[in-house]
């Protein structure tokens, strides 16, 4: 593997997670609890929609075949996506939304913080920009989820349970494999390792003050680094990319 | 003051196109026709956000995805901010959803129509958008200032959303044969429901009366349409498109374009609640609410357990002490 096709790879992983969280959120629309939770989800789409396509139209450029953010987007099958298993995961329930949102964020806020000071400028410009975004997300599911967390007995089960079930996909969200160790060594990526330490103690920051248990580490699922993922992603990208798959020939 | 001098007063002050304000005298009718009028101007807004959000997962580009979130976003935002006028006429947010979910209180019909092609949003954002900024443009003056405020603010947004709706028609219209179909379909769906959103024609339209008078309404259903039409038909041409009206023609004389008579039958149809999406949009707004009741729930509560923590309560009064939840 070259330096170049590592980064490519690179990019798309962070673009992908980006894409396809967006695409999620963004369904909440018309769909919030209350009006105001309308405009914040929505706020977060635009963000992530946002960092999506910085990435991706630098994947193009890393290329050098003349793809654009949308070849990348709308012309990809689902077994050539970067994304974490847990971006794709259903919305669900607002706890099951805010549940997953929170440990992909606090993913997200460690690694920006880190690769802020990648070598790669693109990247570290990328990671500075979308670390004040991902700033907010955080603390927008953190406070949720302490909200629901020690809110009523009804919340509290609900969410609990949305913890319990997403938490098998978080051991994806820090495997690495060669793209990463390349990319370590010449001060661009960071080392995932580092970023789960951070991770875990935000997260049992956030769940204390919320009152929920952590769940046990048991089996983690794993795919994302082959771009293997749950059934839902097809459905996803289906109609994610129906437009420009209908008409091959058109121009949007 | 008598009832008949604090009237005098208040309608002096209209005639000098002074604002009222929310804690100045009012009569009860100028109250409800106001309580009314914004409260259904918001739940449009809300509702709207609806047909255009059918589409955002299935925007052709990031680009247009980007855009139209972005637009719907300011939709919620504007709801959000007529609600807020509504409410300084004495009545909560919560009792104007109440008024929405039983049918009591209605919203702009054209949300009633479904959006069946990427086109629609374009077409939404065109028609719907530029007929209602004619409509807003003309309420930026209406003599409730707090309404008034809220339309300078709305008007700025909205004329942003006519624009992206034109490109998306103009784009379509010129790419290829699928897609300039695509764009004259929904121009021909949309166009007579637009020109019927300015309501029905002056001499049938039963709310003008005081609210000329009390300068609620500055112009009258007919001439803001035909202000819309004016502006529209030349927008149609440029971009080679066919406003579908066989009637429509300048008319030299009276500087205006004639244009057909629109389908009443169908407008109150609509109205009455036998459009092709009544049912769905109402049953949608109110599955997303009571999906949320837990949500509120926890949110309130938690924000008791906080203030209690805070300043804990004397004993005595604990006791009895509900939480207030409305949904």
Request: charged content about 30%.
């Amino acid at each position: 593997m070259t330096a170049k096709e590592a980064l490519l790879n690179y990019c798309l992983r962070l673009g992908d997670s980006s894409l396809i969280l967006g695409q999620r959120m963004s369904e909440w629309c018309s769909n919030g609890p209350i009006l105001e939770e309308d405009i914040a989800m929505t706020n977060i789409a635009l963000d992530l929609f946002g960092q999506a396509r910085t990435m991706l139209t630098y994947a193009g450029e890393i290329e050098e075949k003349g793809k654009t953010e949308d070849d990348f987007a709308y012309k990809r099958n689902e077994r050539e996506f970067y994304n974490s298993l847990l971006s794709e995961r259903p919305n669900g329930h607002f706890g099951d939304t805010i549940a997953r949102n929170f440990l992909q964020s606090a993913y997200f806020f460690h690694l920006y913080t880190t690769l802020s000071s990648s070598k790669d400028d693109m990247i570290s410009a990328h990671a500075v920009k979308s670390l004040k975004e991902v700033t907010y997300h955080l603390r927008h599911s953190a406070e949720w989820l302490v909200r629901l967390g020690d809110g009523t007995a009804e919340s509290h089960e609900k969410v609990q349970i949305s913890l319990d079930d997403l938490w098998e996909f978080t051991g994806d969200l820090f495997e690495m494999n060669e793209v990463d160790e390349l990319l370590i060594k010449e001060g661009i990526a960071v080392d995932l390792n580092e970023i789960k330490k951070e991770w875990i103690k935000t997260v049992d920051q956030v769940l204390e003050r919320a009152t929920l248990k952590k769940p046990e580490n048991g089996y983690m699922q794993t795919g994302r680094l082959n771009a293997i993922h749950s059934e839902y992603l097809g459905h996803l990208i289906a109609e994610m990319q129906f437009l420009p798959r209908a008409y091959p020939d058109a121009k949007w | 003051m008598t009832d008949l001098e604090k009237l005098e007063k208040f309608q002096a002050k209209i005639d000098a196109e002074d604002k009222i304000e929310p804690k100045d005298w009012m009569p009860e009718e100028y109250r409800k026709h106001l309580q009314r009028q914004i409260s259904q101007h918001a739940h449009s807004e809300v509702i709207g956000m609806q047909p255009e959000g059918n589409w955002i997962s299935r925007a052709p580009s990031l680009r247009a995805k980007v855009v139209l979130l972005a637009k719907i976003q300011d939709e919620a935002g504007h709801g959000q901010y007529l609600y807020s006028a509504a409410e300084t006429l004495g009545k909560s947010r919560d009792e104007f959803i109440e008024e929405l979910q039983s049918g009591k209180a209605k919203y702009s019909s054209i949300f009633n129509y479904p959006t069946l092609s990427w086109a629609d949003m374009g077409a939404v954002g065109w028609l719907v958008d530029g007929a209602a900024i004619v409509n807003q443009v003309s309420l930026q003056r209406t003599s409730y200032g707090p309404y008034s405020r809220a339309m300078v603010r709305i008007c700025k947004e909205e004329s942003f959303h006519q624009r992206q709706g034109y490109e998306i028609m103009a784009h379509l219209a010129k790419g290829t044969l699928e897609q300039k179909a695509m764009a004259q379909d929904a121009l021909n769906r949309f166009w007579w429901p637009s020109i019927m959103m300015f309501g029905p024609h002056d001499s049938d339209s039963p709310n003008t009366g005081n609210a000329v008078k009390w300068k609620i309404k500055r112009e009258t259903n007919d001439e803001l349409r035909q202000k819309f039409i004016d502006k529209t038909v030349q927008q149609a041409e440029i971009i080679g498109l066919t406003i579908p009206d066989k009637e429509l023609k300048w008319n030299e004389e009276k500087g205006h374009y004639d244009f057909g008579e629109m389908d009443w039958d169908e407008f109150w149809r609509i109205v009455k609640g036998n459009g092709p999406c009544n049912k769905q949009r109402l049953a949608h707004h109110i599955k997303a609410h009571q999906d949320g009741r837990w949500v509120r729930e926890a949110a309130l509560t938690y924000a008791k357990k906080q203030k209690e923590k805070q300043f804990p309560p004397q004993p005595s009064q604990r006791e009895g002490e509900e939480l207030e939840i409305r949904d």
